[in-house]
């Protein structure tokens, strides 16, 4: 984790401040793990069948009360570009559906972050608009996807 901490992708596209400061990845554990007592957080490692750490995924908000979780997911940098990230919010999203019985599933997905944008359509979720100037950090700000899939949605296709 201390390594997608520092990587320029993962700095560049999600909520991680640049450069990280000291003790951010020890704070953003202890948020998760609070998260996981409280039931509106989830974190998982994801690792490959020879235990390399391939990255995460994530229920970035779960809100139990009206069934929507808003998810997110990371893919290490050695690993890209090989159809994981898919794979991974495809798995994540079946965890969604079954485990937590959300009835919507958001993400939010940076327009450039076009690797991010085709695993949430291969794993089946629909593009409902873009957020302009939505997403502000350390002063900048950007356009945000919005990305949603529904119990009722067709499941991707294999």
């Known amino acids: 984790m201390e390594k997608l901490a520092i990587d320029e992708g993962v700095l560049a596209f999600t909520r ?3 450069p990280p400061e000291p003790g951010f990845i020890d704070a953003w554990y202890a948020r998760y793990q609070k998260g ?5 957080k989830e974190a998982f490692a994801v690792l490959d069948d020879a235990d390399q750490f391939l990255g995460v ?24 570009g090989r159809g994981i990230a898919g794979e991974l919010l495809r798995k994540l999203t079946d965890w ?12 939010y997905i ?5 690797g991010s944008s085709g695993a949430a359509a291969n794993a089946g979720y629909q593009l409902e608009g873009v957020l302009r100037s ?25």
Do not use: C, M
């Open 134 to 158: 939505a997403y502000h950090k350390q002063g900048l700000r950007s356009d945000t996807q919005v990305w949603s899939r529904l119990p009722s949605d067709p499941a991707p296709l294999p």
């Open 16 to 18: 991680f401040p640049s």
């Open 110 to 114: 940076d327009v450039a972050n076009a």
């Open 57 to 80: 995924a994530l229920a970035v908000d779960i809100n139990r009360e009206e069934a929507e979780v808003e998810l997110g997911y990371i893919v290490a940098p050695a690993v890209r």
């Open 96 to 107: 969604t559906f079954a485990e937590l019985g959300a009835q919507r599933i958001t993400l």
């Open 36 to 40: 996981r007592i409280e039931g509106n």
